[in-house]
T-cell receptor, first 115, second 116 residues
Framework: ETGVTQTPRHLVMGMTNKKSLKCEQH?????MYWYKQSAKKPLELMFV???????ENNSVPSRFSPECPNSSHLFLHLHTLQPEDSALYLC??????????????FGPGTRLTVT | AQKITQTQPGMFVQEKEAVTLDCTYD???????LFWYKQPSSGEMIFLIY??????QNATEGRYSLNFQKARKSANLVISASQLGDSAMYFC?????????????FGAGTRLFVKA
């Protein structure tokens, strides 16, 4: 496996379910990110982790709970979601946070539908 | 106020011609980075090109070049010799200082259609 992988690629869940999204990067990066991409809206940053520590929570509702057990893995735990949470969830990684020149590498995304 | 503005929701270009996608940004930080990403229909965001705020020369990567006009705060992407595979969403992004490090902010995107 190379780059950034995300599983599952598609997920349909009811509002009372609990599910988790998984992201793994094989690039040796130290920073990882969760983004939400809804139709006709700019990419929204949700969470940022640097060396496993959360450095940013962009006012995300508590029904989204991130977890970063190590620099290579990032999870997004979902519970009691709303239909408006249906979107493409993108994971990304970058070398680190302290330099403006590092580009982000993105996974293919998880297409989430909340019914 | 919008930090990154892409004023063209959609653009059409004839195959083999050049096209310019507009991007303006807003920051008071002297140190920042500007990026362009491509998102095909498959969903994955692909890094195309980077321009640093202190770079004197415009960045180029193959058929992609970035027209950086610092005083006007614009960072337009130029794609030369368009190909059918260039049809995708294109996002301009800026990496600027935030608590804990640099944060990336994305524009709303421009959808490019390449016509045969």
């Amino acid at each position: 496996e190379t780059g950034v992988t995300q599983t599952p690629r598609h997920l349909v869940m009811g509002m009372t379910n609990k599910k988790s999204l998984k992201c793994e990067q094989h690039l040796g990066h130290n920073a990882m990110y969760w983004y939400k991409q809804s139709a006709k809206k700019p990419l929204e940053l949700m969470f940022v982790y640097n060396f496993k520590e959360q450095t940013e929570n962009n006012s995300v509702p508590s029904r989204f709970s991130p977890e970063c057990p190590n620099s290579s893995h990032l999870f997004l735990h979902l519970h009691t979601l709303q239909p408006e949470d249906s979107a493409l969830y993108l994971c990304a990684s970058s070398q680190e946070l302290l330099d403006p020149s590092y580009e982000q590498y993105f996974g293919p995304g998880t297409r989430l539908t909340v019914t | 106020a919008q930090k990154i503005t892409q004023t063209q929701p959609g653009m059409f270009v004839q195959e083999k011609e050049a096209v310019t996608l507009d991007c303006t940004y807003d920051t008071s930080d002297p140190s920042y980075g500007l990026f362009w990403y491509k998102q095909p229909s498959s969903g994955e965001m692909i890094f195309l090109i980077y321009q640093g705020s202190y770079d004197q020369q415009n960045a180029t990567e193959g058929r992609y070049s970035l027209n950086f006009q610092k005083a006007r705060k614009s960072a337009n992407l130029v794609i030369s010799a368009s190909q059918l595979g260039d049809s995708a969403m294109y996002f301009c992004a800026m990496r600027e200082k935030s608590t804990g490090g640099f944060k990336t902010i994305f524009g709303a995107g421009t959808r490019l259609f390449v016509k045969a």
